[in-house]
């Protein structure tokens, strides 16, 4: 189905709030929504995708909220989604928060143009501090800002993650938390097409690899050239075996985006017992003590507080998660009283942030056009291990079907592709801290990139295999130069940092301020607060080896079955 994006901001929205609510009938929609310039063949499609179904309300449109309810959810996200899934289903009466817009909005679910939806307004930005390990440049980093939050906008890659991740976590203090105890939470939220050993196929999640019919050439080149080198291919990244190249598992249906909110969300928004607000920004953790008893946020710009009778969970995000806390009184004591803010708990929260390294890699100008992706531009990847020694691969290399370059580096053709380079498992890590009480300020975010020598190793080491990759027999028919790193011969080891630091960019992955073990317990409760919980990115004790989406829906599905008892 189609979702459209109105000329008259909120006022397709009220069109569809009208017409499930039957105080607008299908003609009389179809009249409304064309005289906003939406055309009548994607009026009929919208009314038919909406009859019956309940959506999202906008704060600017809807009235208050004026029932009790057992427990509020802020965020829609990768893991707030799942989460608010479970809890629907066990008759509780939920309150979604959503801080951003709804996601009417095209970019978002056409599976190939999620690089556009970036420059829209379901995508807000933080800006970190000066990369000082790299080239002194700060870094953008987009989070969603929409009903689905990140899992909205990125590139819809389904990777569970290196089994050894999860052990990790148990190690450092994430007791049940190992892989054997992760994997059935997995299963259960999965509908995985194809099936096999340790793969769900009745979760609402839909999950699929590409087909061979709509197979990206530049792809194929990719599997080729990696068989070529010696490397064996994976039958998929959440197979016993990660490492090797493969066709991705992708959350995309008919080219179609399955976010959080597709999957999750919207089959239980007509249940009854779910309340789902957008334009609802959270303003604070309304704290009696150490009981967290609600929230305040603003509806239509008016400060409300909602009370949850059993407990509030935090689904902002790594950023906006640690942020919440720290200006509620949750957080490091010297840190808050820094900023005026009296610690009504004295917890690391914000502390350990860390984010996958994604860089331009290795680009190419094409002999020609080249082919537009029937799915996401990335269809195979490759994790690999730059020393055997490593628990989990440390390189990523992906294919991608688009010219890409960071702000270091400026791409002067018409026709290109790429081969990225990226590190898995980076030892770097930085912080979020506030830079004041006022909510309205952005937070301190210090990425720290590269911090750590082996993070330099882990990153030349997988742009050197996305170049080898890129060079090989099974390109010859695409590649016409090299652009970048565009020097004949090996670089040295100056002109490889260089280069290296100017293709620098963030992969869209933060994890790690609200630490199990030294933030949540193992349950996800916030230590030393009565009736709150934190399910998101932020709880990873460190990174996934993969993607951080698939992990974070299994943390925000478990924390819901933990609720529940499910």
């Not at 310039?37 to 009314?47: D, E, I, Q, R, S």
């Not at 148990?170 to 097409?193: C, H, K």
């Not at 957008?278 to 967290?292: F, N, W």
């Not at 002999?367 to 990335?378: A, I, K, L, R």
């Amino acid at each position: 189905m189609g979702y459209f994006r109105s000329p008259k901001d909120g006022a397709l929205e009220c069109a569809v709030v009208e017409y499930n609510a039957g105080k607008l009938n299908r003609r009389g929609f179809i009249k409304r929504a064309m005289a906003l310039g939406v055309t009548a063949g994607m009026a009929g499609a919208l009314a038919t995708a909406w009859s019956g179904k309940a959506i999202a309300q906008s704060t600017r449109t809807s009235g208050k909220p004026d029932g009790e309810y057992d427990y509020i959810v802020i965020g829609t996200g990768s893991a707030g989604s799942a989460c608010v899934h479970q809890l629907a289903k066990s008759g509780a009466r939920v309150l979604v928060l959503e801080a951003g817009r709804n996601d009417d909005l095209e970019e978002v679910h056409d599976s190939r143009l999620w690089a556009a939806s970036l420059g829209t307004d379901a995508t807000k930005w933080f800006e970190t501090l000066p990369a000082v390990h790299a080239d002194g440049r700060p870094h953008m980093w987009p989070r969603g800002n929409v009903l689905g939050g990140t899992s909205a906008l990125n590139a819809m890659i389904f990777a569970r993650g290196h089994k050894t991740d999860y052990d990790s976590w148990a190690s450092m203090g994430a007791t049940g938390w190992g892989y054997d105890d992760v994997l059935p939470f997995f299963m259960a939220m999965e509908n995985f097409e194809l099936g096999g050993k340790n793969r769900g196929t009745d979760g609402p999640l839909f999950i699929s690899q590409p087909k061979d019919e709509h197979k990206h050439e530049g792809a194929q080149a990719f599997m080729d050239a990696s068989a070529a080198l010696g490397y064996e291919e994976t039958e998929s990244i959440n197979s016993d075996r990660m490492s090797g190249q493969a066709w991705v598992d992708f959350n995309i249906k008919d080219q179609r985006r399955q976010s959080s909110a597709t999957a999750f969300l919207r089959p239980v928004m007509d249940m009854g017992n779910v309340t789902v607000l957008t334009d609802a920004p959270v303003q604070k953790l309304d704290l009696q003590g150490t009981k967290c008893t609600g929230v305040t946020y603003l509806h239509n710009g008016e400060p409300v507080s909602v009370q949850a009778g059993a407990e509030v969970i935090l689904s902002a995000g790594a950023i906006d998660s640690p942020r919440l806390l720290m200006l509620s009184g949750i957080g490091v004591a010297a840190d808050l009283k820094a900023v005026g803010i009296d610690a009504v708990v004295d917890l690391p929260v914000g502390v350990g942030l860390q984010d996958h390294v994604l860089g331009a890699g290795v680009n190419y100008e094409a002999t020609g056009p080249v082919p537009v992706s029937h799915y996401n531009h990335s269809e195979v990847y490759m994790w690999e291990r730059s020393d055997a020694a490593f628990r989990s691969p440390d390189m990523i290399a992906l294919y991608v079907s688009v010219p890409f370059a960071s702000t270091g580096h400026k791409l002067d053709y018409e026709h290109g592709y790429c081969i990225l380079s990226g590190v898995a498992t980076p030892q770097s890590r930085g912080y979020v801290k506030l830079a004041s009480n006022d909510i309205v300020d952005a937070p301190i975010v210090e990425s720290n990139y590269l911090a750590e020598e082996q993070d330099w190793k882990s990153y030349r080491a997988a742009t050197e295999l996305c170049r080898e990759i890129g060079a090989q027999d099974a390109y010859k028919a695409f590649r016409k130069r090299e652009t970048l790193p565009q020097k004949d011969g090996d670089l040295t080891d100056a002109e490889w940092r260089e280069f290296l630091a100017a293709s620098l960019n963030t992969y869209f992955h933060p994890t790690s301020t609200c630490q199990i073990g030294k933030v949540v317990d193992p349950d996800l409760k916030v230590k030393g607060i009565e009736g709150l919980r934190v399910a998101d990115a932020s709880v990873m004790p460190h990174i996934t080896t993969s993607n951080t989406n698939a992990p974070s829906m299994m943390i925000g599905w478990r924390a819901g079955s933990m609720i529940t008892g499910s």
